[in-house]
């Protein structure tokens, strides 16, 4: 669903420009706060372990993000992520995951016009991860209080997050189309092909989520506060159990071995798997040439790139050549993305030492 330069006019595309650097700006306090290590509290005690986790997140995306999946005769779909990444890590940090994976992926790969990346960031970052994840919690709170429950929950959000998104674009394109097409037409074409692209989007943040929980709960964000309490019989009534220290809390354990085959996973699927991903054009892109919207469309400005089409250059070899453009892609993003978290992490603990040092907040 990535917008390629020239369906939205500039006026439009600047002003969601300034909506998606707003976001970001909002998003870089907020996930300083998620990023906070529930089992190492303190200034910068978690930094080490949650910031490589959500550049894992990001890096898991863009692989996925690679591997276009059929959902009706000559159309394609593909992961948004925005749900998946809002679930594990929280939706600030969600929506900076996403953000990086575009942004990576304009400049590098060519894929989302440079002039579109607000529209993108917009569409595909910040609609995603805001409405999958408002769904999510209010699902958690009324479904039973387990594991299936956040799975579930993280199916509905997802499914409904990638629609959404549709309906987003079609409201930008309604305001700043660079071409004279029905709106009503668009509307209907784009809700609809992306709510079969949807499904596939549910299943796979389903499976994602329901394999990490099944492993390390205490990892994903979206089931944080979700265990039940003890309860115990006194005189005939249920009352809650006095809190008892453990001596090893589950998320104190390293998370190396998940980071590891999360890791291996995204570069297999990036590096061998995307070799057999569907050739045919996604769902905006299925639209657009269907009704129009692309008789405007503009070159990528670094359409000559090394990696441009996640190819690389003089790699005869396509699936050599698409194989290691996606490695490259998943070793960039996660260190992108780890040095982002981290250093977002750290500016929380600067914060933090800051206040604790200040007149202020001297006790007397």
Not at 126 to 148: C, D, E, M, N, Q
Not at 177 to 187: N, Q
Not at 240 to 263: C, M, N
Not at 264 to 282: I, K
Request: proline content about 5%.
């Amino acid at each position: 669903m990535h917008a390629p330069d020239g369906f939205i006019d500039v006026p439009v595309s600047a002003a969601a420009g300034v909506l998606a650097a707003g976001a970001i700006a909002v998003s870089l306090r907020g996930a300083r706060r998620e990023l906070d290590d529930p089992a190492r509290p303190g200034a910068g005690g978690g930094a080490e372990r949650t910031a490589p986790l959500a550049g894992l997140v990001a890096a898991f995306i863009f692989a996925v993000q690679m591997l276009n999946f059929p959902v009706a005769a000559g159309t394609s779909g593909h992961l948004l992520g925005g749900a998946l990444a809002a679930i594990l890590v929280g939706p600030y940090t969600g929506v900076l995951c996403v953000s990086v994976v575009l942004m990576l992926q304009s400049v590098l790969f060519a894929d989302g016009g440079l002039t579109a990346l607000g529209v993108n960031i917009t569409t595909m970052a910040i609609t995603t991860t805001v409405v999958a994840y408002a769904l999510f919690r209010g699902l958690v709170k009324v479904l039973p209080r387990s594991r299936r429950s956040v799975t579930a929950a993280s199916f509905v959000a997802a499914l409904v997050s990638v629609p959404a998104s549709a309906v987003v674009f079609t409201l930008l394109y309604a305001v700043g189309g660079t071409t004279d097409v029905s709106i009503g037409k668009v509307a209907t074409a784009m809700v609809g092909v992306h709510v079969l692209i949807g499904l596939g989007e549910a299943a796979i943040t389903a499976l994602t989520v329901g394999a990490v929980i099944a492993v390390r709960p205490d990892l994903v964000h979206g089931a944080r506060g979700l265990g039940q309490k003890l309860k115990l019989r006194v005189n005939g009534e249920l009352v809650d159990a006095p809190e008892t220290a453990e001596p090893v809390p589950a998320a104190a354990r390293s998370p190396r071995k998940v980071w590891i085959a999360g890791l291996v996973t995204s570069l297999v699927l990036a590096g061998f798997v995307s070799f057999y991903a569907s050739a045919n054009p996604d769902g905006l892109e299925k639209v657009a040439a269907d009704h129009g919207i692309d008789k405007q469309a503009e070159d990528h400005a670094v359409a000559d790139s090394p990696l441009a089409d996640y190819g690389v250059k003089d790699v005869d070899d396509a699936r050599l050549s698409g194989g290691l453009a996606g490695v490259i892609g998943v070793g960039v993003t996660v260190v992108a993305g780890t040095g982002v978290f981290w250093a977002v992490r750290r500016r929380r603990a600067a914060d933090e030492r800051a206040e604790d040092t200040s007149p202020a907040g001297t006790s007397v």
